[in-house]
Structures are given as structure tokens and as C-alpha cells.
């Protein structure tokens, strides 16, 4: 384990001068842009993007500092092999699924967590710790857009996921998180895991959000993150209807005349390469003939627009 007392030594190991480390973390609020995405649900998700340096930055404290750190097993986000497939697997075939939502997860997140949990004193000098704090931390959270922030989510929570994972085994529980959705499923009262939950959330600094709160007992569709899990992963109805539709209007129409007729700014190719990756994430979860028919049309269009 490297020990980092000195900034020029932490400086070395990033690659990037000590002056310009600490010029950024001095004015961090010039080195941000707020982004407004529109959320699936309606509303919007405010991202704090950061500008070219500040994100070189975070990536090689990411990639030096953070990308080796231990995660928990129950983690299936913003890790090597993880994913939403992997995320909605272990539900598959219970009898009962609970969803949880920590409610404002990355807002809630504050800078002595950082600075205690992911830059702890037995391996940075206090001053390390105070300036990798800082240029990790936006404001008053943990910015949504920096490149570190989902590695220290998943950092800052470890503890939570094995006392929450410890006390589902030991009643067959299974739980899995995914960022700041929790699942579980199997045969239980929802009542005292989500008041076991609640508590724990509590002691780290973070709260149920209620109106988040999903059961789905036996006979109901029940879904995990997106993909329906009562016998085997699938994409929700929805949202294969919608690759569907899309694949038949393009192809009868052309994809630019598709793209004009929705005022989609995007290119041809553009949209193309996006619809691709639907599909294979479609296709990943559940085998549809129509999806596998459509997805060799929409790789036929790509190479002939190369």
C-alpha cells in the first residue's frame, strides 16, 4: 500500500503538477457547468459536469487512487462485470421483490464522508486529504458528471452493503444495490427490512426516500431496474414495443425521414449506433426474433454508412 505524504509524490504518481492540483481545488466552482438531462420519469437530473482539466484530473485520481479500492459483492454498478443484467439476476424467480431509493443520494453526500471514507489519514497526510476532498466534491455533494464520483459511491457505502447484505443472509434474503436503488426478494414481511434499511441509511448520513418504496408480491409484473425478473430477465413490454416501433419506422420510412418526423437533432449514424446499443441490451436479457432481425438491419445500415 503507497502511503502519500508529500504533494509532489501524489503529484508524480497522477501526473499532473502540484501548482496546477491546487490551483483547481482553489476554484473549483470555474472549473464546473450544470447540465439539465430530462429524468425517464419526468423531471430533471442536474449534472455538474467538470471542464477538461478538472476531469482530467478526477480520472487519474480514479484510475491511481480509486479503481482498485474493494467494493462489496452486493455492488452491481460502476464496477468490472456489473451492470443491470447482473443487477436484476439474482431476483429472478422469487416470490417477492422490494425496491428502495435513497432519497437524494448524491446530494446528500458530504464532504467529511469523503474526506474520512475515500482519503483516509492512515494512507494520505492531512493536507492530501483536504485537497483530494476538495477536488473530488462539488459544492454541497458529490457531483453527478465527475468521473470518480460513481467508484466513491460505491466506496462510501461498502460498509452499508455488508450490513444489509449480513443481515439478508442470515434470513435468505437476497439483496443487491445498484447506485442508489436497493432490491430485494425471496419470501419475507417487507416491514422490518425496510425499517432495517432505514436504520442503517440513518447512521451513514442518508434516508429512505418513501415515495421510491415498490413490493410486488406473487402475480404481480415485478421488475428490477428496468427488466421484468418473474421467471427470467426481460426487458420490460414497453420498452420492446418501443425498439419495435422505432426498427419499423425506419425501415419504411428511412431513418432520416424517422429523424426529421421526431425533431431529432441527431445524425443518421448517430441515432443508429444509440439504437444498436438498445438492442444488444434488449437482446442481452432475453432472446426476440423480431429485435435479432432488426439489430442485423441497423448493423447492415452502419456499414454501409462507413
Known sequence: MIVYTQPQTLAQDLGIPVSTLFRVSFHLDRHYRRVALPKAGGGVRILSVPDPILKKIQRQILRILLFHRPVSPYATAYRPGGGVRVNALPHCGQQMVLRLDILHFFDSVRYQQIKEVIFPAGIFSEKLRVLLSCLCYCRDGLPQGAPTSPAISNLLLREFDFAVGDWCDARGIRYTRYCDDLTFSGSFDPKPVIRMVSDALWQEGFVLNPRKTRFFGPGHRQTVTGVVVNERPRLEASRRRQLRSELYYCQKYGVADHLAHLGDPRSPHAYLAALLGRL????????????????????EQLRNDL
Open 280 to 299: 444488444d441490451f434488449a437482446l442481452s436479457l432475453s432472446a426476440e426474433p423480431q429485435l435479432t432481425a432488426g439489430r442485423a438491419w441497423v448493423l
